[in-house]
């Protein structure tokens, strides 16, 4: 079954970084575009990044471009999100995506 699993959430202060890991199995990972979704305390999910089935393109939202960088290994069927420069409003958690799942999701947390 299709399942995938993501890491590297924490507690970081305001400028910090983190990369968060979506390790992924039970479908063609290097066949379907990846994303990434966050869904804030009070809000609603989210789009923050997607990348091509290649790598070869990439899209974000507003809010993180410039900061972010959405990446991808299809030898390990991993996607990343480095996230740079961090604000107290990237507090969220974070949601892998893919073949229609969604991960388990990621605490991430930007406070002083």
């Known amino acids: 079954q299709v399942q995938l699993v993501e890491s590297g959430g924490g507690l970081v202060h305001p400028g910090g970084s983190l990369t968060l890991s979506c390790a992924a199995s039970g479908f063609t990972f290097s066949m379907d575009s990846m994303s990434w979704y966050r869904q804030a305390p009070g809000k609603e999910r989210g789009f923050v990044a997607t990348?091509?089935?290649?790598?070869?393109?990439?899209y974000y939202s507003d809010s993180v471009k410039g900061r972010f960088t959405i990446s991808r290994d299809n030898r390990k069927n991993t996607v990343y999100l480095q996230m740079n420069s961090l604000k107290p409003e990237d507090t969220a958690v974070y949601y892998c995506?893919?073949?229609?799942?969604w991960g388990q999701g990621t605490q991430v947390t930007v406070s002083s």
């Open positions: 995506r893919g073949a229609g799942y």
């Open positions: 990348i091509s089935s290649t790598g070869g393109s990439t």
